[in-house]
């Protein structure tokens, strides 16, 4: 069946780095178009970050431009989202999602001193 589980989540002062995984199973990740997506307490769903199926292509949020890197290793499976300069506006449970194939169950990111 098919999987999602994200980790690398934690908490961080702010300025700070970290780097989330996701690892996929139970479908073609070659094939697909990959999404992180990031829901902050208290508020709705929000688009961070999509990449092409080859790595070829990225697309960022005006809110995370610049200090996120999305990138993908199709042979391993996995989906990273490296986030520099963390603010505390960036707290939130973070996903990676394939369109109409699944969502993980997400991971924590709490910015804070």
């Known amino acids: 069946q098919v999987q999602l589980v994200e980790s690398g989540g934690g908490l961080v002062q702010p300025g700070g780095s970290l780097k989330l995984s996701c690892a996929a199973s139970?479908?073609?990740?070659?094939?697909?178009?990959m999404y992180w997506v990031r829901q902050a307490p208290g508020k709705g769903l929000e688009w961070v970050s999509v990449i092409s199926a080859n790595g070829s292509t990225s697309y960022y949020a005006d809110s995370v431009k610049g200090r996120f890197t999305i990138s993908r290793d199709n042979p391993k499976n996995t989906l990273y989202l490296q986030m520099n300069s963390l603010q505390p506006e960036d707290t939130a449970v973070y996903y990676c999602d394939a369109p109409r194939i699944g969502r993980g169950q997400g991971t924590q990111v709490t910015v804070s001193s």
């Open positions: 139970g479908f073609t990740f070659s094939s697909y178009w």
